[in-house]
């Protein structure tokens, strides 16, 4: 029997929080979800500051690969829950963006 495959958890550093200051701090390491249709656009969709994900330009963050224990290490509770979409005005939704809303 085949195991499933591991899903990547990836992590970015913000290297540009101008018009965010509440929501993303300089040289914070961020997790980042798998977000195919924000990634077509230029973002990437992150959780920030509110504890929420949102999409944001892919030019605010210097990607970086984890080693899997890290990962573990960085871990809390609350990261097992699955993240849902904010209805708020700041930051605005990848999808808001994308249409020139935001």
Do not use: W
């Amino acid at each position: 029997m085949r195991s499933k495959p591991r899903r990547q958890t990836k992590f970015g550093v913000c290297i540009d929080n101008k018009g965010y200051p509440a929501s993303l701090e300089a040289g914070k390491l961020y997790p980042v979800i798998a977000d195919e249709e924000a990634a077509r656009h230029g973002y990437l969709r992150v959780i920030d500051e509110s504890g929420e994900d949102y999409a944001y330009s892919v030019a605010r963050f210097f990607m970086l690969d984890v080693p899997a224990a890290l990962v573990k290490a960085l871990r809390t509770p609350s990261d097992t829950r699955v993240p849902r979409a904010h209805n708020g005005s700041q930051p605005t939704s990848a999808r808001a963006r994308m249409s020139g809303r935001g």
